[in-house]
């Protein structure tokens, strides 16, 4: 999907957004769930976390082949917050500046062992930040399952250095914005 | 579920965040998903619209019985764009201000028959932007799919006047957030 569908763009862009981040092509998000139930259905996955907006879409698909509840961290401009959530702080290397995620801690328990799943891994700033929300509530990161990861970025190996299960269904290693050429690792 | 897991708190909310559009049953929602399928399957649906970020994974789950792809609206503080969107505006009840809703051009054309998918329907507001998106671009609205409504706030039945098929799935008529009880229509 990523050869016929994606687009490169100047500025090491992939555009997915025909069946992934804008538009959605569920029965491919389906495959996805499948093949991550394969890796990861032995770990007694309690709860799939991801983040909002473009992850919620895959991660809800996803969550039918593991028969669990899925939960969004919300993203909101750094504030102070009211009410009883775990929060944690992440660096937008897109949008620049910090912002805040948070889930209510209604959701998240020392019992719970979590799947995060996500659309994109780049910098792996997002996924550091919903791993330190799961550790504060004192429940156990089983691994992440990513649709796309940007090799070249190293946000994914610098994770897998510190001992994270990350698996991406596609690892972009190189692109090419002239040609339109996309390697896989 | 509203019944069961549904809570009422002062100032008409209703809280359905532990299955709903915080933490999600997903298996919930493929039940809503055959109940629209059923009122709606004769249609010739094409496409599902929804609006980030709660609406998305029921969307993206009852698009899985109709077998067509989803396509969410994103929401941005107003300001110019740059790009080929449809763009419509949104008043918010709830926070205040307007905002715009965009989606791109390349992913609704005239020959799309649409069936907007959310969470909530209260004033409306929301559900009039995204019918607003859909007639710009020349597309049909075949109907709007909805888990809640608030009944009492008068948004689905003013667009029902307009001729708009709205179907709710649980049309609350009436909280009490004394005795936390729930009536609906």
Same mark, same amino acid.
């Given at each position: 999907m990523i050869l016929k569908k994606g687009k490169v763009l100047p500025g090491n862009v992939l555009k997915v957004d025909s069946f992934l981040n804008h538009q959605m092509d569920t029965s491919l998000f389906c495959e996805m769930g499948k093949e991550l139930y394969k890796l990861f259905k032995d770990e007694g996955i309690t709860k799939i976390l991801t983040i909002e907006a473009s992850g919620i $879409?895959?991660?809800? =698909? =996803?969550?039918l082949s593991f028969g669990v509840p899925v939960l969004f961290a919300k993203k909101?401009?750094?504030?102070?917050? =009211? $009410?009883?959530?775990?929060?944690?702080k992440v660096?937008?290397?897109?949008? $620049? $500046?910090?912002y805040d995620i948070l889930?209510?801690?209604?959701?998240?328990?020392?019992?719970?062992?979590v799947l995060i799943v996500d659309d994109f891994?780049?910098?792996g700033n997002a996924l550091v930040g919903l791993i330190d929300l799961v550790n504060d509530a004192g429940a156990v990161v089983v691994g992440a399952g990513i649709a796309i990861e940007k090799g070249y970025q190293g946000g994914g190996d610098k994770l897998r250095e510190r001992g994270i299960r990350v698996e991406s269904l596609a690892i972009v290693e190189k692109m090419d914005s002239e040609s339109g050429e996309i390697i896989f690792r």
């Open positions: $879409g895959i991660a809800a =698909v =996803v969550s909101h401009k750094s504030k102070n917050l =009211v $009410g009883d959530f775990y929060t944690s660096e937008s290397f897109t949008h $620049g $500046g910090v889930v209510s801690k209604d959701f998240l328990s020392k019992d719970d062992r891994l780049a910098n």
